[in-house]
T-cell receptor, first 115, second 110 residues
């Protein structure tokens, strides 16, 4: 257990529904990352926050995806109008930036299945 | 285009042998390199980080970095069946986010 928690661990939804995932980072960590992983692939970067500021969004992140990190603590990732192609493991990671080092620790992930 | 390449495997080694996992990357300016282990259905677990050329040892694991040749490797000594997993190489190309390879599946047989 890295100290990063994610909720829910599994989500099954029907195409067209909205879903929201939550990530709680390690308490003193200032950065929080979202990645998506599909079968047989490595995780792909989606977006990240430093404190409450969203610093980068991947071109993979369509307009249906939105992420927030109010007050620089937990983060939510919302997917609107889900599609079958959104089925994947959604991973959250957190890190404490110290100089040039930034080691990311992953939570257990949320597995999304879109029917 | 920042890329990280790994052989998908599977790499099969007998119990007690040394497993050697390799990774190449596309940008010589990269500073940070990581190895994660991922069991089936689970999330990535950090094994090693390495930032400077040379070797870094932690227990049965040794990471090796050669920036001039743009490769990083992971050696696992005295391999155990519990080491059977997918090993992900990740690189920070000085952009804060990690770029992952597709992973190498390691099988350690008794």
């Amino acid at each position: 257990d890295t100290g990063v928690s994610q909720d829910p661990r599994h989500k099954i939804t029907k195409r067209g529904q909205n879903v929201t995932f939550r990530c709680d980072p390690i308490s003193e960590h200032n950065r929080l990352y979202w990645y998506r992983q599909t079968l047989g692939q490595g995780p792909e970067f989606l977006t990240y926050f430093q404190n409450e500021a969203q610093l980068e969004k991947s071109r993979l992140l369509s307009d249906r995806f939105s992420a927030e990190r109010p007050k620089g603590s937990f983060s939510t990732l919302e997917i609107q109008r889900t599609e079958q192609g959104d089925s994947a493991m959604y991973l959250c990671a957190s890190s404490l930036t110290m100089g040039s080092t930034d080691t990311q620790y992953f939570g257990p992930g949320t597995r999304l299945t879109v029917l | 285009q920042k890329e990280v390449e790994q052989n998908s495997g599977p790499l099969s080694v007998p119990e007690g042998a040394i497993a050697s996992l390799n990774c190449t990357y596309s940008d010589r300016g990269s500073q940070s390199f990581f190895w994660y282990r991922q069991y089936s259905g689970k999330s990535p677990e950090l094994i090693m980080s390495i930032y400077s050329n040379g070797d870094k040892e932690d227990g049965r694991f040794t990471a090796q970095l050669n920036k001039a040749s743009q490769y990083v490797s992971l050696l696992i000594r005295d391999s155990q069946p519990s080491d059977s997993a997918t090993y992900l190489c990740a690189v920070n190309f000085n952009t804060d986010k990690l770029i992952f390879g597709t992973g190498t599946r390691l099988q350690v047989f008794p």
